[in-house]
């Protein structure tokens, strides 16, 4: 989608590296970390929020996703949040899930 940083970013735009990616989704580092390892699982179909997503087949595969990324990243404990709406701190409105590691700062 135009105007969408995360799609340019999918599309190599800005020559993100990714920590991982499939089919389904890319994983890259976030600009402003607020954890020792902050990641993002962006789907690479633009979707604005969840929910706005009505594909269960493809959340369940995202978070499969999660859990692959924070493997090849080392990571074993982490947390993963998925802010909905602006007023629960979303600002980039295509569906992206955190993964922060280690020491967290929210
Ligand atoms: P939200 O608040 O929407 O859940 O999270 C958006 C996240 O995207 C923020 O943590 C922010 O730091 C990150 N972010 C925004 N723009 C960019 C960018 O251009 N590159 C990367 N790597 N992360 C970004
Ligand atoms: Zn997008």
Redesign the pocket.
């Known amino acids: 989608m135009e105007d969408c940083?995360f799609c340019k970013?999918i599309n190599g735009d800005?020559g993100?590296e990714f920590v991982y990616e499939n089919e389904d989704a890319v994983v890259?580092?976030?600009?402003?970390p607020?954890a020792d390892t902050?990641l993002?699982v962006v789907p690479r179909i633009h979707v604005e929020s969840l929910n706005e997503l009505n594909d269960e087949a493809l959340l369940g595969r995202l978070m499969m996703t999660v859990k692959e990324a924070a493997k090849k990243a080392g990571l074993k404990s982490y947390r993963t949040?998925?802010?909905t709406g602006k007023e629960a701190?979303?600002?980039?409105?295509h569906l992206?899930i955190?993964i922060l590691s280690g020491r967290i700062k929210l």
Do not use: P, R, S, Y
């Not at 890259?28 to 402003?32: H, Y």
């Not at 701190?89 to 409105?93: D, M, P, S």
């Open positions: 940083i970013i800005f993100t890259f580092k976030d600009i402003n607020k902050h993002l949040v998925i802010n701190g979303q600002e980039v409105f992206h955190h």
